[in-house]
Antibody, heavy 118, light 108 residues
């Protein structure tokens, strides 16, 4: 069973860039799967941000497109999220997740709380 | 964007009772794209149901999903103490995922 673990700074300044990494264990990131980022905040609920395939193909939700970048590092079996120009509205628990098809998110990480504050 | 509305917001039941959770979509969707998750405090969401009615790996058969069109249901036939949690429905469409706001299932 694949295991996902998020890591990154818990505090980001307004207008800065949020950066998180998700380490994959129990399987290779090069399997036939899409690797996603989802966030959860009290005001907005669960929000899907986007996904990346091991070949580098990406699919971002329209509302994040201008600010988000995702990447894969096959050598470290991990993938990353960068969200720029953050505001307090970006404060949330950020989850990484994997979809092996059938339009579902099969496994999720435990989540990483990111607070945007000066 | 399709909006998912879950009801009730909170459901208070006792162990052994039957739970029925609803997810309504703002327009008709294919059941292929509808999934359900369970989340307990401090834990990652866990996939329960996909394709509206298929149980995910290792999910007990007391969990079942049904529905079509705009109305979908998650049923827990006999509640166990570990089933008290928040449940979310999810739809995949227009190349992205959207989620309902959740139903909290609490012990009565």
């Amino acid at each position: 069973q694949v295991h996902l673990q998020e890591s990154g700074p818990g505090l980001v300044k307004p207008s800065g860039t949020l950066s998180l990494t998700c380490v994959v264990s129990g399987d290779s990131i090069s399997i036939d799967a899409w690797w996603s980022w989802v966030r959860h905040s009290p005001g907005r609920g669960l929000e899907w941000i986007g996904e990346i395939y091991h070949g580098g193909q990406t699919n971002y939700k329209t509302s994040f497109k201008s600010r988000v970048t995702m990447s894969v590092d096959k050598s470290k079996n991990q993938f990353s999220l960068r969200l720029s120009s953050v505001t307090a509205a970006d404060t949330a628990v950020y989850y990484c997740a994997v979809s092996r098809g059938w339009y579902k998110l099969d496994y999720w990480g435990q989540g990483s709380l990111v607070t945007v504050s000066s | 964007e399709i909006v998912l509305t879950q009801s009730p917001g909170t459901l208070s039941l006792s162990p052994g009772e039957r739970a029925t959770l609803s997810c309504r979509t703002s327009q008709s969707v294919s059941s292929t794209f509808l999934a359900w998750y369970q989340q307990k405090p401090g834990q990652a969401p866990r996939l329960l149901i996909y394709g509206a009615s298929s149980r995910a790996t290792d999910i007990p058969d007391r969990f079942s999903g049904s529905g079509s069109g705009t109305d979908f249901t998650l049923t827990i036939s006999r509640l166990e103490p570990e089933d008290f949690a928040v449940y979310y429905c999810q739809h995949y469409g227009s190349s992205w995922y959207t989620f309902g706001q959740g139903t909290k299932l609490e012990i009565k």
